[in-house]
């Protein structure tokens, strides 16, 4: 589903000697930011993700692959309030996080108006009526930004129907937002 993400940044006009900036918010292995650095080589890539572990790895997965991305080991919520990376991104990245409203907050913070947060979904989380796409109005009115489209796509070896959701963001994030992971936990946008 990696090549979908691509595909989503080559539809907003991309090529693939763009320079871009792109941030991945939870970068676990690397999915799917270690392929958007492969295929956008001449883009500035930065992979977010809290836990050292997988840090680790994607640190070996760079050396191996001679990338030129930069590796964070910290929260989302904390590099977002970071004068280098507040709203600086073309886009940010993201498969599988947290709770909708949550991965919005960390996401829209970091892109520059006129950037994408592309998100992976499955159809049946974003239909959800509690925690689906009806449920984050008031996030992305307070955040800066709007549902731009919705792609959808099918994999192989699974029978769930996915999605791609682009959010474009329209104005500055306020300073306030991310707030800390449990403020987000406990009262969600």
């Known amino acids: 589903d ?12 991309a090529a693939t000697d763009a320079r871009l900036k792109i941030i ?4 676990g292995a690397g999915f799917p930011a270690i392929i958007v650095s492969i295929i956008f080589d001449q883009s500035e890539c930065v992979l977010v993700e809290s836990i050292t572990k997988k840090c680790n790895f ?3 997965v760079k050396k191996e692959l001679n990338l030129k991305c930069e590796i964070i080991n910290e929260r989302a919520e904390i590099v977002d309030h970071e004068k280098k990376y507040r709203q600086q991104f073309d886009f940010a990245l ?3 996080v947290c709770k909708f409203s949550q991965n919005l907050e960390i996401a829209i913070a970091p892109l520059r108006v006129g950037g994408h947060f ?5 159809k049946r989380s974003i239909d959800e009526k509690e925690g689906g796409l009806q449920s984050v109005g008031q996030a992305l009115k307070t955040l800066g930004a709007k549902l731009d489209k919705i792609s959808s796509y099918n994999l192989p070896t699974s029978d769930l129907e996915y999605c791609i959701l682009d959010f ?5 994030t306020p300073n306030v937002y991310p707030r800390n992971a449990s403020l ?4 969600p946008l």
């Open 94 to 96: 993201s498969r599988a």
């Open 24 to 27: 991945d918010l939870g970068s």
């Open 184 to 187: 987000m936990q406990k009262k």
């Open 58 to 60: 994607l640190n070996e």
């Open 168 to 172: 474009c963001k329209i104005f500055p």
């Open 118 to 122: 592309l998100v992976c979904k499955t």
């Open 2 to 13: 990696c090549m979908f993400v691509v595909k989503a940044i080559k539809e907003r006009g």
